[in-house]
């Protein structure tokens, strides 16, 4: 086991909220997440929806538990649900009443190599984050106004 974990790659999760009666589920999401998984790109550790109530109770569901999804079926084998019931009640905290959410937990294979030598050099991982989109964006327009406006 240990030879394996030192092959691991960088772990990341992310929570896609989708806000009650906005989510449009065609298959589009999973059909992405089974090609960055076939292509090795990405392991998938663990893959949940999440409900959350009216009321702030919260319901889980893995991927077996789930009809809609035959595009990642085939990843069930690989899914280790390392998310544990607590962590489930943590990740729901910040999604609001009334809304579903997706939960992936991946391993990033193709950071793998890189990460292995480093930890053979005798490097950890310290910091690790991430720059929202719409940040990126907002930059990117004032950028853009502030060159319009010196012209």
């Known amino acids: 086991m240990t030879n394996e974990l030192d092959e691991l790659g960088p772990v990341d999760y992310l929570i896609v909220e989708f806000p009650a009666g906005a989510a449009n589920f065609t298959g589009e999401m999973a059909a992405e997440l089974a090609a960055l998984a076939d292509a090795g790109t ?24 789930l009809d809609a999804v035959s595009e990642i079926v085939h990843l069930e084998a690989e899914v280790a649900e390392i998310l544990a019931a607590e962590d489930v009640a943590h990740l729901a905290a910040a999604m609001e009443n009334g809304t579903t959410a997706g939960v992936i937990v991946w391993e ?24 929202p989109i719409q940040a990126i964006i ?14």
């Open 108 to 131: 990033n294979r193709w950071a793998a190599p890189f990460a292995s030598a480093a930890r053979r050099a005798g490097g950890q991982l310290i910091a690790t984050g991430r720059i």
């Open 138 to 151: 907002a930059s990117l327009e004032a950028d853009e106004a502030s060159t319009t406006e010196g012209d």
């Open 42 to 65: 990405i392991r998938i550790l663990d893959l949940l929806v999440l409900h959350k109530d009216d009321d702030g109770e919260i319901e889980a569901f893995e991927i077996d538990d």
